[in-house]
């Protein structure tokens, strides 16, 4: 396929599952720094959907074409939702993520098991070259662990206990993560989707 795919985000982690799921579409995919896009993007939608595509319709200004975009987020049942839609800024930008998950772990003490429900969400925006705007949206079941184990990943990885591997998200490999994943399984629905509408064109 000849078109290029520019994925708007600033999230090394993400670009870098991303490019992995990605990678078998024959489509180039850029970063939107890659291509040269730093767009004033100003997330104050109520819904990871909302965020997604303000987020890509903000590079789509700048670049036009195909662009994609992931607002994702750790959704804690015993709080309610949070930190939700508002992961990234939890705490603020700046504070670590090792403090970001003891606090969290900390605020979940008393819950015992299904009330330790927590889980990633993930939608994935695409602004096609016409303007018209796709959606896929996954999620990734986990519990909040005991303590945070495992170096892999990012964000609160982890801290999310995934009881039918008996791990951490951070405890597995990028290749585990795609599979089973909040972005893995958004990206591949979303992947069907363009290979859908774009098959047929010239390579
Ligand atoms: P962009 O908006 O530039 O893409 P961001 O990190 O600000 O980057 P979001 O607003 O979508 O992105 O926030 C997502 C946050 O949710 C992310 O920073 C992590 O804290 C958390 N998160 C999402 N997916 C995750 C994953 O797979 N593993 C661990 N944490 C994740």
Redesign the pocket.
Known sequence: MKHKIVF????E??MR?VRMILDDLGMEILSMKEAGAAPE?N?NGKTFGE?AEI?ARAVWECTGGIVL??????VIDYLNGEPGIY??R?MGEDTS?EIKNQNLIDRVRGAKGQERAAR?V?NIAAVLPDGQVLHTEQTMEGLIAEAPAGNE?????PI?YLPEFGKT?AELTLEQ?NEI???GKALEAMKKELQRLFKGEEK
Request: proline share 0%.
């Open positions: 708007a985000t600033g999230n982690g993400k599952e993007i997330e965020n987020k975009a992931d607002d994702s987020g750790l992961s990234a939890y993520y990633f993930c990943g990012f964000g609160y990885d999310l998200s993560k994943s909040h972005r």
